[in-house]
């Protein structure tokens, strides 16, 4: 977000307040999908606080991004929220970024439902963050730098074990230290 200046919970928030509780609005927007051949699906509300919605939110919109283009470049209102979704459709890299957290939200939504489960499942911690820090790693580094290591010893800073890419190198060189230090003991 810091390099794009793009915030994916801002935009699923505008997009769900805007369609909220106006029938004239969705039925516009099912009239863009009919134009689009695009089934027309009803918004999701993303709420912060309850951000497991926010991968959900963000497949909806994808699922209707050429008919909610049109929709926002073809009205014309001057209310900031309506202004801001008109800014965001207009700019080619919106769909790039929203495809980009499509891809990356799963990751972190598996380990947040363990992590919320009624159930204990703290036997069950080690393994799990082991595998959710590896599969972080793997949408930024080359496999070679992971296989067979620990995580504890996994060079994440070496450019050498980095996947070519601005992000990549970016978002590994945010994290303090040479290697990732565990916050649990393994016996």
């Known amino acids: 977000m810091e390099i794009s200046g793009f915030d994916p919970e801002d935009l699923t928030v505008d997009v769900g307040y805007w369609f909220k509780g106006s029938t ?10 009919e134009f689009h ?8 509300l993303h709420i912060s606080v309850r951000w497991l919605s926010l991968e959900r939110c963000i497949t909806r919109i994808l699922r209707q991004y050429g008919p909610l283009t049109s929709y926002f470049k073809s009205l ?22 929203l495809l980009f957290y499509q891809a990356t939200l799963p990751v972190f ?21 082991t595998k ?17 290591q620990q995580v504890h010893d ?12 601005v992000l990549g190198e970016y978002v590994l060189n945010q994290v303090q230290g040479d290697r990732f230090e565990p916050v649990w003991e393994a016996h």
């Open 24 to 33: 004239n609005r969705k039925g516009y927007l099912a009239e863009f999908c």
């Open 37 to 44: 051949e695009s089934e027309y699906m009803e918004m999701l």
């Open 76 to 97: 014309n209102e001057n209310q900031p929220r309506f202004r801001r979704l008109v800014d965001a459709f207009s700019n080619p890299l919106t769909e790039v970024y």
């Open 109 to 129: 939504t598996l380990l947040n439902l363990l992590l919320q489960r009624e159930r204990s499942s703290i036997f069950q911690l080690h393994g799990e963050m």
């Open 132 to 148: 959710f820090i590896k599969k972080l790693c793997a949408r930024f580094m080359k496999p070679s730098a992971l296989q067979g």
């Open 154 to 165: 996994i060079l994440y800073k070496d450019p050498l074990n980095q996947l070519p890419g």
